[in-house]
């Protein structure tokens, strides 16, 4: 089905793991392929960012971060996929949103929906790290999708060969961006966003085990 430019959304994907064989860069390339035709989403990776120097910070800043604020600004919103590092954020992850989310509080983040995901080995998901993210991007004036935690424990069984394996967990991730394009639709005074039948999925009510 032909989608009409005005109804469709471009995602940002940031992973906040850099390693080549992530679970957490491993997800978002599952979640790109699962989403519906009016969805694309471009996974803009994190190498290339500097840590974080007021000095450098002058016109559009190092290269790295020029591509980032780029893609933060063209996107209608962002999904992060992170691992938990030390009952905290990944630190290149947390450098890269305090880049974007430069001039304060009128940043490339501000009034940008985010939807949050973590994942770790352990059963806990990296429940920790979500919630030092949500804390982060409060200071961005970024608007973090409420509701339904996307929290992935033992990720080490659901992803397998470079993929989400784990049927409802992907279910209730794509279930996720589904509302964080409401979201986007809200932000932007577009019109509710509408899923012809054909493209529906089951909804999950309750984050899988
Ligand atoms: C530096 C470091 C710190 C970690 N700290 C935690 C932690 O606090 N809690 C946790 O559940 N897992 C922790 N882990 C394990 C990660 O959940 C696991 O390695 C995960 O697969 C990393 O994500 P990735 O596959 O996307 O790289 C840590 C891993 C590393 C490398």
């Not at 290339?48 to 800043?61: C, H, K, L, Q, S």
């Not at 780029?70 to 999904?79: E, L, N």
């Amino acid at each position: 089905m032909d989608v009409p430019q005005h109804q469709r959304f471009k995602l940002l994907g940031l992973s906040g793991s850099l390693r080549r064989a992530a679970n957490s860069t491993a997800i978002l390339r599952t979640l790109k392929a699962g989403l519906t035709p009016d969805v694309v989403m471009e996974i803009v990776a994190l190498d290339d960012i500097p840590p974080y120097n007021e000095d450098t910070d002058v016109g559009e800043g190092p290269a790295g971060v020029a591509a980032l604020r780029r893609a933060v600004i063209a996107c209608d919103a962002i999904v992060i996929v992170s691992p938990e590092y030390n009952h905290g954020i990944p630190g290149h992850l947390k450098n890269a949103i305090d880049w974007a989310s430069r001039p304060g509080y009128d940043g490339p983040l501000k009034s940008k929906p985010v939807k949050i995901m973590t994942i770790a080995t352990s059963p806990l998901g990296g429940a920790r790290a979500q919630a030092w993210l949500n804390e982060v991007f409060a200071a961005t004036l970024s608007r973090v999708v409420p509701g339904k935690q996307v929290v992935i424990g033992g990720v080490g069984q659901k992803v397998q060969d470079g993929r989400l394996v784990h049927e409802d967990t992907l279910i209730f991730a794509l279930n996720a961006i589904d509302d964080l394009l409401d979201e986007a639709c809200l932000v932007q005074g577009r019109p509710k966003r509408v899923i012809p039948a054909d493209w529906q999925r089951r909804k999950l009510d309750k984050p899988p085990r």
